[in-house]
DNA sequence: CGCCGATTTGACGCCCCTCAACGGTCGTGG
DNA sequence: CCACGACCGTTGAGGGGCGTCAAATCGGCG
């Protein structure tokens, strides 16, 4: 009755790479805390430097090729995730296609905020990733022993709530280049919280991807690109990466 | 360059409403946890009866006449609420008018799951309601003291995040259509979790509220429900009453 | 009864989706 | 080395759905 989803929808069906058919997860043995580029971003950062064994005790490292998929959508929910490399993607399917991209996760970040007990979400990775995984059971204990980890996990999952409702009125009120220049620039910032460079930002995602996260197609997503850079607020070569010419212009439009 | 808005958009500009001008938040005492109808569905469960008294201690009570506002987009973040009766929506506005509905808020539901300083959005009393107010540094010493306290606020976050996470794809890839029967059901669920009856929905706010709140204009979301009504997914004489007479074909459109 | 707001319905137009084709890059294999 | 295919991104042409504008109906309240 409604909106009518293009045949096979877009990106690939989980497992079809390029030539070596995307290798799957592997399980490693945690590195350590000690030097993990994570940390002072991750809420593992809630536990003091000299406790960081009690972390390490419980944790395992999983190390994620482009195009694997960590989880699926369905599957019993028995990890947390902080992720330590990469770019995952947060997927959701209709039955009849249609796809979601509820957001993309990047280091730092925090998998496993969700009340179900099962995933409402595919993740999978946009670049290579490595995680650091966490039993669900060994973080509810960790909690208990450490109660700024666990003030530390309501904060992030705010914040996340934050940002989502953000995305809220992005997908009900915004036009495409809004949308696309809400989530440049958001991604933008969060690339310099990781040490990026300011007014640049690196896209490891596809046009699908972003499509499929803006609520817009393909072809869209493309033309507000070449309409960004056509009115001077952004400029590039590689479709890749993208210089942020005129931020204010782009957060205006974004409503921010 | 993109989408265009409405002149003055829709609904109310805070305080404008029927002849009485819709009065003002009102403070009173607190009546007691014990005999409160919100208590079983909210966070306040994780504190102990026996313990009551801590937060009642540092809980004041707030009316709220319809129309009024508990806060405004922009306001700094004082206190936190827990609703006892009564419903109240969740609005962002744009510089250029746009508007929308981020969620409905209901007895049980609790306002504060944020990181942000200042509110993010507009907080209107959709029907009378009456909120228990905590002072945000109270509940912090009270997460303190009760540890299960922070655990449940937690938990309530995530379900919250869920929750959005879920209205994410229906702005993005859902119809009308699908995006309005979701809506009903969601509604009929939470109705139903506080004693309403099954395969009803009351809707104590406005076409207005529905449109904003699902990135739709009143006059398509009008065009929906008697779209629903003819294909017998649902009936209503009143239009603020809906009969949901095929749940299971409502939940399909849905996604769910 | 008259006014006002809420809801519904109709006519029309524009924006975005659909369908299609093209160019560029990369990896493979002849 | 170059031909070839696969994938990605871009651009153009055309149609449909939802927004826009307009008007009618209904109900509540003064």
Request: charged share 20%; glycine share 10%.
């Amino acid at each position: 009755m409604d909106t009518r989803p293009r045949p096979p929808s877009s990106a690939e069906p989980t497992g079809s790479a390029r030539h070596a058919a995307a290798g799957s997860p592997k399980r490693a043995q945690h590195g350590g805390c000690e030097g993990c580029l994570a940390r002072p971003l991750a809420i593992c950062a809630s536990i003091p430097a000299a406790e960081t064994h009690a972390l390490e005790a419980v944790a395992g490292e999983v190390l994620l090729p482009v195009g694997a998929t960590l989880a699926s959508q369905g599957d019993p929910r028995r990890e947390v995730y902080t992720i330590t490399r990469g770019m995952l993607r947060r997927v959701r399917l209709l039955p009849d296609g249609r796809r979601l991209v509820a957001g993309f996760l990047m280091v730092g970040d925090f998998i496993g905020f969700s009340g179900a007990p099962h995933y409402r979400h595919t993740l999978e990775a946009v670049t290579d990733c490595v995680l650091c995984a966490f039993p669900l059971q060994s973080m509810r204990s960790l909690c208990q022993r450490y109660p700024d980890l666990e003030s530390g996990m309501l904060a992030q999952a705010c914040s996340e709530l934050d940002a989502t409702r953000g995305s809220l009125m992005m997908l009900a009120r915004l036009g495409p280049g809004e949308r696309l220049a809400g989530f440049l620039v958001e991604l933008g910032e969060r690339q310099q919280q990781r040490g990026g460079a300011a007014h640049h930002v690196d896209l490891p995602m596809t046009r699908a991807d972003i499509a499929d996260h803006l609520g817009l197609t393909i072809e869209t997503v493309s033309r507000s690109f070449t309409k960004l850079r056509q009115s001077g607020a952004i400029a590039f070569e590689d479709p890749r990466r993208i210089d942020l010419v005129d931020v204010a212009a782009l957060r205006s439009a974004a409503g921010l």
